[in-house]
Nanobody, 120 residues
């Protein structure tokens, strides 16, 4: 069993900032990538940012320069610092974990999602 605990979502005004966290625990042997995805009402889930075990990052063009993904390997925790938020960033944000379990099987797991609303 794996648990992903997401936190940090909420309501913020345009131009404001939020920091999302995703803590992973459970039968994890190693994590090789983590990522944030988001889904707005009526739209498909889309990639926001990913980070590999080595620290390589990838961002959607729409968030480059405003969002920063990071991770604390010792704590199996990933963060998403979101600055200069826009109304179009409003969505449910999901944490994704790509890992190898204690039986050395590669798996992929999603968090429950956290709502981010950008509105005045």
């Amino acid at each position: 069993q794996v648990q992903l605990v997401e936190s940090g979502g909420g309501l913020v005004q345009p131009g404001g900032s939020l920091r999302l966290s995703c803590a992973a625990s459970g039968r994890i042997f190693s994590i090789y990538a983590m990522g944030w995805y988001r889904q707005a009402p009526g739209k498909q889930r889309e990639l926001v940012a990913t980070i590999s075990s080595g620290g390589s990052t990838n961002y959607a063009d729409s968030v480059k320069g405003r969002f920063t993904i990071s991770r604390d390997n010792a704590k199996n925790t990933m963060y998403l610092q979101m600055n200069s938020l826009k109304p179009e960033d409003t969505a449910v944000y999901y944490c994704n974990l790509a890992y190898t379990d204690s039986d050395y099987v590669r798996r992929n797991y999603w968090g429950q999602g956290t709502q981010v609303t950008v509105s005045s």
